[in-house]
Each structure stands twice: as C-alpha cells, then as structure tokens.
C-alpha cells in the first residue's frame, strides 16, 4: 500500500514541564547578569549628559562674567535671591526662576540646571538645581558667620585673578543629609536633599556635600570651563551612602581656592 505524501512520518515532540523550568531558569540566570550591566550603562549616559548640562552652564558662567566686567556670578545676594531663582520671601519655598543670575543665558536650555541622576528630596517648590556652586572662591570674603551674609557676602572675585582656573571646582554633582527640619528644608532626617553650595573646610568632613551618583563618581565644572569627575575620598555613613567629599582638611585648596 501507497503512502500518502502528506501523511506525518514521525511524532511531534512537546516540552515537558522540567525542560521549560530549565529553560526559564537559565532566562533568569541570564537577566540577573545582565541587569547591573545595563543600569551601569544606563547611569553612564546619564553621566554624560550631566556632563553636557555643566558645559552648557559653564558657557552661561562665561557670558555672564563678559556682561559684569570679569565679576564671577555670587551664590545669591539677599535672604531671597539666589543664582538659580528668586523667592518672594525668606520662609517661601516658590521661586521664581525667571530672576536667577544665569536666566538671561540659559532661557532656550533651563533643563541644564537638573542633573539626570539626580533624584534627592526638593528643599524648595520642585527640584531648582542639582549642583552645588562654590561660592567659597567665587566670592572674595568667603562664608561670614553672621547675619550680614544675607546682605551680600562681599565682592565677587574677578575671574583674571583666579590663579589656576583648571584645578578650581566651580560647579559639582551637590546633594547633602538633611538633618529634618521642616520648618526650614521640608525634607525628612536622614534623607538626601538639594544642596546648591559647596561645603568647604571645617564642614568638609562634618557636612558633606558632594553626591557621587555616577556609578560612584562626580561630575565637576572647573574655572577654564572643562568638565571632568572626582571619586569619593569619604562618603556619610547616612543617607543614600553616595553623599561625600573628594578632598580633605589638608589639599582641599587646591580645589576650592586656587
């Protein structure tokens, strides 16, 4: 008898249940290796567009230092006007952005002023800012302990005397540990919150302020507008465990007062 040439000529074979648990085991084998590689690539792009963001600030640093007459941009002037915005009064969380220092050169790309990775607690109405400015060298008297501070820290420093303007640190990935305070930062002890300063010695140590959120590093503007990165020398036993510093009391000049 003729067979048919459309008739089987074997036994299909199906998965039976062990197979497709080995095969489903060895999927998530696979994704388990391959997830800290993709949120390490993913956190480097990141990392570079932070990098793009502080470029593009330094540009508008720049433009405002040709339109003062060599003055560097102050940290803020007043208990309510800031370098990143304006706030009605001292106790107000809203700003109004529109009355920072860098507006008038940054009004085509505002979203520079937010870091990708940067996922603090906001102080204020919505992240401002998630850079920390050094307003240590940046201004000629420094950080007074009184209340004068808010009637102006004194004379901005001209940007032709700063000595060594590619080891000075303008602007660096910022983020401190709030100590919960409500009536002041709105954010809860313990957690990571927006810094818009640089600490600088005693508070290096004390109070850190440098948050090292690619893959364990910062981003950094420095003086001759290069952008570059530091690792963490210290890193706070609180918080998130990537809030620090990148120097310490004894070479922290050759970073914040060259």
Known sequence: ???????????????????????????????????????????EANSTRCQSNLRQLGIAMAMYIQAHDD???????????????????ESSRVFDRTKGYLYPYLQITRAVEHCPSFEAEARFDGKLVGYAYNERRMLKFGWPKTQTY???????????????????????????????????YYTSAGSVEENYYLSFPPNIETYPSVHFRHNGRANALFADWHVGCFEPRSLASTGDGKVGDFCDQTDWEQYYCP
């Open 71 to 89: 003055h560097c941009m102050p940290i803020h002037n007043s208990a309510t006007s800031y370098w990143f915005g304006e706030r009605a009064t």
């Open 1 to 43: 008898m003729r067979m048919s040439p459309h008739a089987p000529t074997g036994t299909s074979r199906a998965f039976t249940l062990i197979e497709l648990l080995i095969v489903i085991a060895i999927v998530g084998i696979l994704s388990s290796l391959l997830m800290p590689v993709m949120g390490y690539a993913r956190e």
């Open 150 to 184: 808010y009637k102006g820290l004194g004379p901005e420093v001209r940007y032709g005397r700063i000595r060594h303007p590619a080891r000075l640190v303008v602007l660096i990935d910022g983020a401190r540990i709030s100590d919960g305070n409500p009536s002041i």
